[in-house]
């Protein structure tokens, strides 16, 4: 299972309007999101430089990842988050509303049958040193070998695109405890996405997010929304009421799931001192 920890409100969305949002990584609680392996990158392509004693080259790599990293809201990914824990203090505290909210568990099987094109699950790996990356070695050969201008060589572009999508699944250790899992898209690879962006405007400021028809991927399968639900646990500090979740499930033509809900049995402190 891969445990989704939300609030009501997004809940909603996910089980009475079948959609599943993905919002930008730049903007979520890891201030090193897609930064933090870029960098790696570039620590990585340096050091093998300077062994090499390519000073100019050196110079140049920097300024062209400095370039690259100034440009990152236009690779932005985004992206829904799951863990592999369930019912887990820590992810009721940063992404269930401090208990208050409610996590669904999705069937990753399923979800990895149901992504394809634009969109991947992909696990999260959680490190800042990119030496035996695969990226960093095939970025310091082009660098290395070039006589020209590095900037204008097609295959340096195509690498450094492929490494701004691999950087959404990195991030830094101190976060290795959540064991996360992104669906995730780039917009940038592509031109014509055939997901539609969309924003959410709220007193404070204007979100923008794609959103993923749950019903549309589900059914390519031959299967439905409910098919991916294996279960639903309110939150620890939640004062939702069970019947009236089980009216709701109901009333949304799914009460298959009414059997899947469950209350937490988290600890947590309904009132932090």
């Given at each position: 299972?891969?445990?989704?920890?939300?609030?009501f409100e997004a809940f909603d969305g996910i089980i009475r309007c079948a959609q599943l949002r993905l919002n930008n990584i730049l903007n979520m609680n890891d201030a090193s999101e897609m930064r933090?392996?870029?960098?790696?990158?570039?620590?990585?392509?340096?050091?093998?430089?300077?062994?090499?004693?390519?000073?100019?080259?050196?110079?140049?790599?920097?300024?062209?990842?400095?370039?690259?990293?100034?440009?990152?809201?236009?690779?932005?990914?985004?992206?829904?988050?799951?863990?592999?824990?369930?019912?887990?203090?820590?992810?009721?505290?940063?992404?269930?509303?401090?208990?208050?909210?409610?996590?669904?568990?999705?069937?990753?099987?399923?979800?990895?049958?149901?992504?394809?094109?634009?969109?991947?699950?992909?696990?999260?790996?959680?490190?800042?040193?990119?030496?035996?990356?695969?990226?960093?070695?095939?970025?310091?050969?082009?660098?290395?070998?070039?006589?020209?201008?590095?900037?204008?060589?097609?295959?340096?572009?195509?690498?450094?695109?492929?490494?701004?999508?691999?950087?959404?699944?990195?991030?830094?250790?101190?976060?290795?405890?959540?064991?996360?899992?992104?669906?995730?898209?780039?917009?940038?690879?592509?031109?014509?996405?055939?997901?539609?962006?969309?924003?959410?405007?709220?007193?404070?400021?204007?979100?923008?997010?794609?959103?993923?028809?749950?019903?549309?991927?589900?059914?390519?399968?031959?299967?439905?929304?409910?098919?991916?639900?294996?279960?639903?646990?309110?939150?620890?500090?939640?004062?939702?009421?069970?019947?009236?979740?089980?009216d709701y499930l109901k009333d949304c033509g799914l009460e298959v799931l009414s059997d899947k809900i469950s209350m937490s049995r988290c600890?947590?402190?309904?009132?932090?001192?």
């Amino acid at each position: 299972m891969l445990y989704h920890y939300t609030g009501f409100e997004a809940f909603d969305g996910i089980i009475r309007c079948a959609q599943l949002r993905l919002n930008n990584i730049l903007n979520m609680n890891d201030a090193s999101e897609m930064r933090l392996f870029m960098n790696g990158i570039c620590r990585s392509v340096v050091e093998r430089l300077q062994m090499d004693h390519e000073e100019e080259k050196i110079l140049w790599t920097e300024s062209f990842f400095q370039k690259e990293l100034a440009e990152e809201f236009h690779y932005s990914a985004y992206a829904a988050c799951f863990s592999r824990y369930r019912d887990d203090a820590a992810q009721w505290e940063r992404y269930g509303h401090l208990g208050q909210g409610v996590c669904i568990a999705f069937y990753e099987d399923l979800m990895q049958r149901m992504v394809g094109g634009i969109v991947s699950l992909q696990e999260v790996y959680y490190q800042e040193d990119m030496r035996e990356h695969r990226l960093a070695d095939e970025i310091y050969r082009v660098i290395r070998n070039s006589r020209k201008n590095p900037q204008h060589l097609p295959r340096l572009q195509e690498l450094m695109n492929e490494a701004w999508v691999q950087s959404a699944a990195f991030k830094h250790p101190s976060f290795a405890c959540e064991r996360e899992f992104r669906l995730v898209i780039s917009p940038f690879i592509s031109n014509e996405l055939a997901i539609e962006p969309k924003y959410h405007v709220s007193k404070g400021r204007i979100k923008k997010y794609y959103p993923l028809d749950l019903n549309q991927m589900c059914g390519h399968l031959g299967l439905q929304l409910a098919d991916l639900v294996g279960e639903i646990i309110i939150g620890p500090t939640s004062s939702q009421s069970l019947p009236i979740l089980q009216d709701y499930l109901k009333d949304c033509g799914l009460e298959v799931l009414s059997d899947k809900i469950s209350m937490s049995r988290c600890p947590l402190r309904k009132y932090p001192v």
